[in-house]
């Protein structure tokens, strides 16, 4: 019922495509750009705003993209498919714009003013297909949108919040100040038909549930015959609604590298998107209903539907006094880094308006519920000062809860994973990461275990060309005991500088990758310091969190910093060339004297493909110098840092690349390249070189595949010799 009520309702405002033969196609997608006015008179029309023009980046194909074509007589913009060649550059960037026809500049300020007036526009520059070669993309000719599609009087509530508070919220400047407002009128439409299906789905199943129990109740009550069971399915197909609200926005995005469409929170935030993709709901591909129906019915058979669970909608720390002695798994809030009560408005808003009789308690607030929230947000709590001490407070009586309710059989686990940004008040500075930390300590908790676990999908719009972590830390805690000691910060760091080098090895054995490196290494370091009551400092006072978590990275770093040792002169100069230097050109005098410092010469270095000389200046070869014709068993000055270099050329062009590479320089070497992989990461981190970084956390990242690939090419070969 729900599907045929769909493909007629998109069939009304979504259009077929025709190839450049007449054949009648069915699309997966078209693409959008928003559009203002320029602001300048020579050119009194809209022009498009986009950051990229490209529709497909795969790997050895050719770079399909959108060639605007600007006809200055006629005063028109065409947007022509391209393959190959060189893509135009985008048009804003950073929220300021460039005029593609007369080059004026477009201001930020300018573009929000046209958006809170409700000026911006929207131009259509492709269309997607399927075909037996992939994916194509058609110009905006192949298809014909109604010019106007009449909005059904269904009406969606809810605001957003208001312009500069919600965490991460970016779009409200532009004149989205509603829900409904980052929606199409074709989608509206659509979801409302499907809105619509919801009751007669409901009503056709109450006319045949004969076969069910005599049970008037409904399914929030424990009922069991064909009310609750009406309640149930629509229940799940308003869940299958919700990935669709999700995708089906002008919010969301075209991948360019996967060729689909992503949904709107790629990151935890709501941010504009000026180019944007909008999906067609009746097609079996990327971003339709069938695809959702299958997601949901994948969640739905991982169920443990042979086991019951007491489930409850509570406050986190009434919970655990209200059930008493406890085991507790906690995966708590991360400080002010997201907003999850204003972003789930998103989800709740829809589920509301298709579930709010079937779960009347759940769904009683207009919006959820956003006041006793255990975030720090400054617009929800007035100033930073307050929204830090609701949520340090919040967190510190939760910890206090959970230690004096433990059941002490099993310990406490949390899992924490964010890239901590720091924050200044009254001349100290603070992380989320100190905070949550400070908080599990002073509750009279200790860290008896750590480990790192990969949680996040690789591969997703969300940390392509991203350095984003990849894991979260889980910490296993326990009541620390009365008798717990103190310790000097001598003897606190003593036991970090024997302690945390295995630990740390065994993070690399693990693959961690460098993005990961410093969070993960939290944990052994704050092992260590939470085993003792206290730690105090020269001055008699205690060791703060913030100062600890300085000496664990101290310390990782000098672990880290010992492996140069194992590295060959040539390489160790290189490493340090490049914290100094990167890829810039010095004076030979100073390469002369590091080359001495580190037991080789300027000559040596250049001879080794390791660094290139011209005109008394000394600079490192670039990767994209590197001859693709190496052959490491005829290199006669074989160092690390070349191999490295060559692993990352090769690896981005195939893990098949990197692995036979990896197998004729033999594992020894390396290894020795991840070493210097990870330091290298390091020091791009710090210099903010991320583009750099990216490329090292990617080589430790696809080390094991690069590994495994390698075997067997060492395999393949050793079997042809018999």
């Known amino acids: 019922m729900l599907a045929s009520d769909l493909t007629n309702a998109a069939s009304e405002v979504f259009p077929t495509v025709a190839d450049a033969n007449g054949h009648s196609l069915e699309p997966i997608a078209w693409i959008w750009v928003r559009t203002v006015r320029s602001p300048d008179p020579a050119w009194d029309q809209h022009v498009p705003l986009t950051g990229s023009w490209i529709l497909s980046k795969r790997a050895k194909r050719p770079i399909t993209w959108v060639e605007p074509v600007v006809d200055h007589r006629r005063k028109t913009i065409q947007y022509v498919i391209r393959e190959g060649g060189e893509p135009t550059d985008g048009t804003i960037s950073g929220g300021k714009g460039v005029c593609v026809a007369s080059g004026a500049a477009i201001s930020n300020e300018y573009i929000k003013t046209e958006g809170l007036a409700g000026r911006l526009g929207t131009a259509l520059i492709a269309a997607v297909v399927d075909s037996d070669?992939?994916?194509?993309?058609?110009?905006?000719?192949?298809?014909?949108?109604?010019?106007?599609?009449?909005?059904?009087?269904?009406?969606?509530?809810?605001?957003?919040?208001?312009?500069?508070?919600?965490?991460?919220?970016?779009?409200?400047?532009?004149?989205?100040q509603?829900?409904?407002?980052?929606?199409?009128?074709?989608?509206?439409?659509?979801?409302?038909?499907?809105?619509?299906?919801?009751?007669?789905?409901?009503?056709?199943?109450?006319?045949?549930?004969?076969?069910?129990?005599?049970?008037?109740?409904?399914?929030?009550?424990?009922?069991k015959g064909a009310t609750a069971y009406a309640d149930a399915?629509?229940?799940?197909?308003?869940?299958?609604?919700?990935?669709?609200?999700?995708?089906?926005?002008?919010?969301?995005?075209?991948?360019?590298?996967?060729?689909?469409?992503?949904?709107?929170?790629?990151?935890?935030?709501?941010?504009?998107?000026?180019?944007?993709?909008?999906?067609?709901?009746?097609?079996?591909?990327t971003g339709g209903w069938a695809g959702q129906v299958d997601w949901v019915t994948e969640a739905l058979l991982t169920l443990p539907f042979a086991q019951s669970a007491d489930v409850a909608q509570r406050d986190a720390r009434a919970r655990?006094?209200?059930?008493?002695?406890?085991?507790?798994?906690?995966?708590?809030?991360?400080?002010?880094?997201?907003?999850?009560?204003?972003?789930?408005?998103?989800?709740?808003?829809?589920?509301?308006?298709?579930?709010?009789?079937?779960?009347?308690d759940e769904l009683a607030t207009l919006l959820t519920p956003k006041a006793e929230e255990l975030i720090a947000d400054p617009g929800r709590a007035g100033s930073k000062e307050a929204a830090y001490h609701h949520f340090e407070e919040g967190m510190r009586l939760f910890f206090e809860a959970v230690q004096a309710n433990q059941d002490d059989r099993f310990p406490a686990t949390a899992f924490y994973a964010f890239k901590a940004t720091e924050e200044s008040r009254?001349?100290?500075?603070?992380?989320?990461?100190?905070?949550?930390?400070?908080?599990?300590?002073?509750?009279?908790?200790?860290?008896?275990?750590?480990?790192?676990?990969?949680?996040?999908?690789?591969?997703?719009?969300?940390?392509?060309?991203?350095?984003?972590?990849?894991?979260?830390?889980?910490?296993?805690?326990?009541?620390r005991h009365l008798s717990a000691?103190?310790?000097?910060?001598?003897?606190?760091?003593?036991?970090?500088?024997?302690?945390?080098?295995?630990?740390?090895?065994?993070?690399?054995e693990q693959n961690i990758a460098p993005v990961d490196m410093a969070q993960s290494a939290i944990g052994p370091g704050i092992a260590v310091f939470s085993r003792y009551a206290r730690v105090v400092e020269a001055d008699g006072s205690a060791m703060s969190v913030r100062m600890a978590l300085a000496l664990v990275n101290e310390v990782l770093?000098?672990?880290?910093?010992?492996?140069?040792?194992?590295?060959?002169?040539?390489?160790?100069?290189?490493?340090?060339?490049?914290?100094?230097?990167?890829?810039?050109?010095?004076?030979?005098?100073?390469?002369?004297?590091?080359?001495?410092?580190?037991?080789?010469?300027?000559?040596?270095?250049?001879?080794?493909?390791?660094?290139?000389?011209?005109?008394?200046?000394?600079?490192?070869?670039?990767?994209?110098?590197?001859?693709?014709?190496?052959?490491?068993?005829?290199?006669?000055?074989?160092?690390?840092?070349?191999?490295?270099q060559h692993l990352i050329r090769a690896l981005d062009s195939s893990e098949t690349g990197a692995a036979d590479l990896l197998a004729r320089v033999g594992g020894g070497m390396g290894e020795r390249a991840r070493q210097l992989a990870y330091l290298l990461y390091g020091i791009c981190d710090r210099k903010k070189w991320a583009d750099e970084a990216s490329a090292y956390n990617t080589l430790v990242a696809a080390w094991p595949e690069i590994e495994r690939l390698a075997a067997m090419s060492r395999q393949g070969d050793a079997g042809r010799l018999f």
Request: aromatic share 10%.
């Open 233 to 285: 399915i629509v229940t799940l197909l308003a869940f299958i609604i919700d990935r669709c609200v999700g995708r089906w926005n002008t919010l969301s995005i075209w991948n360019s590298i996967g060729e689909k469409i992503e949904h709107v929170f790629r990151m935890q935030t709501v941010q504009m998107t000026w180019a944007f993709a909008e999906a067609n709901p009746a097609s079996r591909s």
């Open 426 to 479: 009254q001349g100290q500075t603070s992380t989320g990461w100190e905070t949550f930390l400070q908080g599990l300590l002073d509750a009279g908790l200790t860290v008896t275990a750590t480990w790192p676990m990969r949680t996040e999908r690789p591969g997703g719009v969300r940390n392509f060309g991203r350095n984003s972590l990849a894991t979260s830390v889980v910490l296993a805690c326990r009541r």
């Open 320 to 360: 655990v006094i209200e059930v008493g002695k406890c085991m507790v798994a906690t995966d708590p809030p991360y400080y002010d880094n997201v907003g999850y009560a204003d972003l789930s408005d998103l989800y709740y808003t829809w589920l509301r308006v298709n579930l709010r009789d079937v779960w009347p």
């Open 178 to 223: 509603n829900w409904k407002d980052i929606y199409s009128d074709r989608q509206i439409h659509v979801l409302a038909a499907l809105n619509s299906s919801l009751g007669m789905v409901r009503q056709s199943i109450l006319d045949h549930g004969s076969g069910f129990a005599v049970d008037a109740r409904r399914f929030h009550e424990g009922g």
């Open 485 to 508: 000691p103190m310790a000097t910060r001598g003897e606190f760091v003593a036991a970090l500088r024997k302690e945390m080098p295995p630990a740390i090895r065994i993070l690399q």
């Open 557 to 644: 770093s000098e672990v880290l910093s010992g492996e140069e040792s194992e590295f060959d002169a040539d390489t160790r100069f290189a490493l340090t060339w490049f914290e100094q230097y990167g890829h810039n050109s010095a004076p030979f005098g100073e390469a002369e004297t590091l080359a001495r410092a580190k037991n080789t010469t300027v000559d040596g270095v250049v001879r080794a493909g390791v660094a290139a000389s011209r005109e008394n200046r000394i600079r490192l070869v670039e990767r994209n110098e590197l001859s693709p014709s190496w052959d490491p068993i005829a290199d006669t000055r074989l160092t690390v840092w070349e191999t490295t």
């Open 133 to 176: 070669d992939g994916r194509r993309y058609l110009p905006p000719s192949s298809c014909h949108f109604p010019t106007t599609v009449q909005r059904s009087d269904f009406s969606l509530p809810g605001r957003l919040p208001d312009a500069g508070n919600g965490l991460g919220f970016r779009v409200q400047a532009y004149g989205l």
